[in-house]
């Protein structure tokens, strides 16, 4: 069972560029989160996504950023206009369906952009 | 903000128990304590959780005292491939939710 993809692991853009975040949760996971991570600091929680709902994006940025979980396919995290301070690492995690249950979340190893 | 307060760093002899605390005075009756770590800059990796009761599995201990305003992490044979920052994380019962990881302790394993 293939733990969670995402790619591109590197991504370099230019002030002004779009940015495309890919992730591929693990099988049977249908619970999609995003975090960042700037350099020297700790995790933020972006954003949460089910399959084609968006749950809680309180961590996302009023502008330029959106992400998507759809029916078929990875989860996409999206910067447009990239400016240097998106330079970061983002990383995915995807859990089970949680109910009532309570979860782990499974991470991914990351896509770290940097603006140039 | 972080729920929780951990010590910024530590040491640990290889071979010998690494004991991380962590304060969690607010924690709620239905909030659990999950502890993740960060090797390097890899994505953080799952270790442990727990509710009241002490947990253990095969990567580590978690003993969370009687009034559960602090726990602590136990990695029972250290190895250098247990330096890493340790999170302490306080979440509700859909734990995967929304993870508030603080600054975390930077442990270092020494040969």
């Known amino acids: 069972n293939a733990g969670v993809m995402q790619n591109p692991r590197h991504l370099v853009r230019r002030r002004g560029q779009e940015a495309r975040l890919r992730c591929s949760p693990m099988?049977?996971?249908?619970?999609v989160y995003w975090y960042r991570q700037l350099p020297e600091e700790g995790l933020k929680f972006m954003v949460y996504?089910?399959?084609?709902?968006?749950?809680?994006e309180s961590g996302m940025p009023k502008e330029r950023f959106s992400a998507e979980f759809p029916k078929e396919g990875p989860s996409i995290l999206r910067i447009q206009q990239v400016v240097r301070g998106d330079s970061a690492a983002y990383f995915c995690?995807?859990?089970?369906?949680?109910?009532?249950?309570?979860?782990?979340?499974?991470f991914g190893q990351g896509t770290r952009l940097t603006v140039v | 903000d972080a729920k929780t307060t951990q010590p910024t760093s530590m040491d640990c002899a290889e071979g010998r128990a690494a004991n991380l605390p962590c304060n969690h005075s607010?924690?709620?009756?239905?909030?659990?304590v999950y502890w993740y770590r960060q090797i390097h800059s890899q994505g953080p990796q799952y270790i442990i959780h727990?509710?009241?009761n002490n947990e253990t599995n095969e990567m580590a201990s978690l003993i969370i005292t009687e009034d559960r305003k602090s726990s602590t992490l136990i990695l029972p044979h250290a190895t250098l491939r247990d330096t890493a920052v340790y999170y302490c994380?306080?979440?509700?019962?859909?734990?995967?939710?929304?993870?508030?990881f603080g600054q975390g302790t930077r442990l270092t394993i020494n040969p």
């Open positions: 727990g509710l009241k």
């Open positions: 996504l089910q399959k084609e709902n968006i749950i809680d």
């Open positions: 995690a995807s859990s089970p369906r949680t109910g009532r249950m309570n979860t782990e979340a499974f």
């Open positions: 607010t924690i709620s009756g239905n909030e659990y």
């Open positions: 099988k049977g996971h249908s619970h």
């Open positions: 994380i306080v979440s509700g019962i859909q734990g995967a939710q929304k993870l508030v």
